[in-house]
């Protein structure tokens, strides 16, 4: 039972991070790619390391795992948003609609 | 970037526990991975973080040159000199079971091993913020 739980929550995850790598491909310009990339790799990993600790149960590994998970949900959105306020305010200009991919 | 108060506050908020992160890495040194270097290059990575988000200059006031250069000494004296001790009962360099046959005080190699970690921990702590401080000094100018 918490095996299929565990391998719902790892599938998700998976799925969550192949839509972040067709958005880093198929997106226009720099602001789209990050948007999609920050996104669904925080939560796409948050939800593979949860689907772990399901897996392995009560023991110190799964405290350690508990603990990567909420350092990646504070860190990654801030690297992201850190990159992309250097971006900006060195002047990346944003794509519009009709414009070329860069 | 620099009054940006999103990054100084999840900075504030992760500093004191990659501090205490590479503490566990020096101080688990004597019984699994982990060891004084990589430590001391966690520890270092803290302040590379808070120059990220606060500056340099901030960040020069609070550790400066001074406090480089007594912590690289003190570091690297107590990494000889507890080289040294365990040639005085008959050992190598480095040799610890020489000290705790001779004094007879059990375990006392782990002691000694974790000593000689933290003092290499210090100097390259030490040695790595100086490299941070002279890679990104751009003459007083804040970039």
Known sequence: ?102 | MRRNVIIKTVSRFLVPFIQVYALYVIVHGALGAGGGFQGGVVFAASFILMIIAFGLTCVRERFGYRWIVMLSALGITIYATIGLLCLIPGGNYLEYGSIEAALGIPHLHGYLIDAVEIGIGMTVMAIMTSIIYDMGDTGGESP
């Open chain 1, 1 to 102: 039972m918490l095996n299929t739980l565990a391998l719902i929550f790892i599938v998700i995850g998976l799925f969550f991070m192949i839509v972040g790598a067709i958005g880093l491909i198929r997106f226009p310009d720099f602001y789209t790619r990050v948007h999609a990339t920050g996104k669904c790799d925080t939560l796409g990993e948050g939800m593979m390391l949860f689907g772990i600790i399901l897996y392995e149960g009560m023991n110190l590994i799964s405290v350690k795992i508990l603990l990567l998970v909420i350092f990646i949900f504070v860190t990654s959105p801030t690297a992201v948003h850190a990159i992309l306020n250097v971006a900006y305010t060195h002047g990346v200009e944003p794509w519009k609609k009709g414009d070329e991919r860069r």
